[in-house]
C-alpha cells in the first residue's frame, strides 16, 4: 500500500490553463504539505494543512490554491499556469504530536508548462 | 531566519570509496537535524536524523554527528555502493512547533562501479 500518494505523476500543460495535482495519505497523520522542487532540485514548502486548517503559506503566488477536505487529503489547484511554474511538486504528511520532524513524501508530481 | 548549507554537487566517486557530504545550518535555538534521501525518480525519505547535539544518527552505513560548536551535521560513510548514488538533502527543524523543514540545496551523489 502506498503510504503518500499523488495523482497525477506526469503533466503536461499549456500556460495559461488551471490544472490540479491530488494527494491522498493512509498513515493517519493530521498534518500535510506540499513542496515544489525546482530543475536545481531545490526544494521549498509552499503550504501546509493541520486537520484541514491552513499553517504554512509561503508566499505562494494566488494562483495556487490548496483545498484539503479532510486531514487525509490534501489538493494543489492552479490557475493560469506559467511557464515558471513547470517542477516537480511533491505531497508530504506528518503527525503534528511526534514531534520528530520526519515527514514522509509521496513520489511527486511532474508538471511541465508549455 | 532558518537555512541549510550543503556542499555543491555533483559528486562522483568509485565503488568502496568514502564518503563525506558537508552540511551547515544557521537557526535559533536547539533544530533537530536531518538527512534525506531521493532515489531516481522516486520522493525523499528519512535516511537518519539527529534530535540534540552530540546525537550520532545512522542507517544503512550512513552516519551524522550533531555538532552544535560547529553548527554542522555532516554525512559520512566508509565504503559507498552503486546503489548510494541519489540525491542527498540536510534539512533542520526548528521544533518550535511550526511544522516546516528547511531543506538544503541537495548534493547529487554518483557511484561509478
Known amino acids: 500500500d502506498t503510504a503518500v500518494s499523488q495523482t497525477p505523476k506526469y503533466l503536461v500543460t499549456q500556460m495559461g490553463n488551471d490544472k490540479s495535482i491530488k494527494c491522498e495519505q493512509n498513515?493517519?497523520?493530521?498534518?500535510m504539505y506540499w513542496y515544489k522542487q525546482d530543475s536545481k532540485k531545490f526544494l521549498k514548502i509552499m503550504f501546509s494543512?493541520?486537520?484541514?486548517?491552513?499553517?504554512i503559506n509561503e508566499t505562494v503566488p494566488n494562483r495556487f490554491s490548496p483545498k484539503s477536505p479532510d486531514k487525509a487529503h490534501l489538493n494543489l489547484h492552479i490557475n493560469s499556469l506559467e511557464l515558471g511554474d513547470s517542477a516537480v511538486y511533491f505531497c508530504?504528511?506528518?503527525?503534528?504530536?511526534?514531534?520528530?520532524?520526519?515527514?514522509?513524501f509521496g513520489e511527486g508530481s511532474r508538471l511541465t508548462v508549455l | 531566519g532558518n537555512s541549510v548549507t550543503q556542499m555543491e554537487g555533483p559528486v562522483t566517486l568509485s565503488e568502496e570509496a568514502f564518503l563525506t557530504i558537508n552540511c551547515t545550518y544557521t537557526?535559533?535555538?536547539?533544530?533537530?537535524l536531518f538527512w534525506y534521501v531521493q532515489y531516481p525518480g522516486e520522493g525523499l525519505q528519512l535516511l537518519l536524523k539527529?534530535?540534540?547535539?552530540?546525537d550520532k544518527g545512522s542507517n544503512k552505513g550512513f552516519e551524522a554527528t550533531y555538532r552544535k560548536e560547529t553548527t554542522s551535521f555532516h554525512l559520512e560513510k566508509g565504503s559507498v555502493q552503486v546503489s548510494d548514488s541519489a540525491v542527498y538533502f540536510c534539512?533542520?527543524?526548528?521544533?518550535?512547533?511550526?511544522?516546516?523543514?528547511?531543506f538544503g540545496t541537495g548534493t547529487r551523489l554518483t557511484i561509478i562501479p
Open positions: 498513515l493517519g497523520h493530521d498534518t
Open positions: 508530504a504528511s506528518r503527525n503534528q504530536g511526534t514531534n520528530t520532524g520526519e515527514l514522509f
Open positions: 494543512y493541520n486537520n484541514k486548517e491552513l499553517i
Open positions: 537557526a535559533t535555538g536547539y533544530p533537530s
Open positions: 534539512a533542520l527543524s526548528d521544533n518550535f512547533g511550526n511544522e516546516k523543514l528547511t
Open positions: 539527529a534530535t540534540k547535539a552530540d
